[in-house]
């Protein structure tokens, strides 16, 4: 592992990706880590990605993770949980990467737009400007609200706004409408 203390979350998360590219898993770099690509920089202690995987393939996932030298925990979401599960890894270091096992109204196509970010000598995959926006937008709460509003601000090339309200839409009415309040202003 790369981790040599705490406060490494992010090389703890290049070693699972290493994991997740061995088992030809299609991820996604979501949350603090693709705020900052996408015009927040915020501290955070751990890294989230979401996979495309079955809550199943989630449980297989967990035992190559052991395998290879990594603490793990899975959490399965109950039936209005938007999470269906997630797999917690973390080192001897207290270093934590979420893996989330789906999110109820994902566009299936978020891991193609996902765009390569080098980091660390290597490169991950991080969701997409208008992916990240429309899961800001679907979390919703007053932080969620301020990183999609940065997103969009801060973009260097256009926002698709089609493909933006598209995929937002799928996460609900109330992420919709959250969406609209942010392109009004």
Do not use: W
Not at 30 to 53: C, E, F, N, Q, Y
């Amino acid at each position: 592992m790369r981790t040599r203390r705490a406060g490494q979350s992010a090389l703890l998360l290049l070693d699972a990706v290493a994991v997740l590219r061995s088992k030809a898993i299609e991820y996604a770099v979501i949350g603090a880590m693709a705020a900052s690509v996408h015009g927040s920089l915020r501290a955070s202690a751990d890294a989230d990605a979401l996979l495309s995987v079955t809550v199943s393939k989630l449980a297989n996932l967990s035992r190559a993770f052991k395998k290879a030298g990594f603490a793990t925990e899975l959490r399965r979401g109950d039936a209005d949980d938007p999470i269906p599960a997630m797999l917690i890894i973390r080192d001897t270091h207290g270093n934590r990467v979420d893996l989330l096992g789906g999110l109820r109204g994902l566009d299936p196509e978020v891991f193609s737009r996902a765009v390569d970010v080098p980091f660390s000598g290597d490169t991950l995959r991080v969701v997409s400007r208008e992916d990240f926006i429309a899961m800001k937008c679907f979390a919703g709460g007053p932080q969620d609200v301020a990183d999609a509003r940065l997103a969009l601000k801060s973009a260097q090339a256009p926002v698709d706004h089609g493909l933006l309200r598209r995929v937002t839409r799928r996460f609900g009415r109330a992420a919709a409408d959250v969406l609209e309040q942010i392109l009004a202003h």
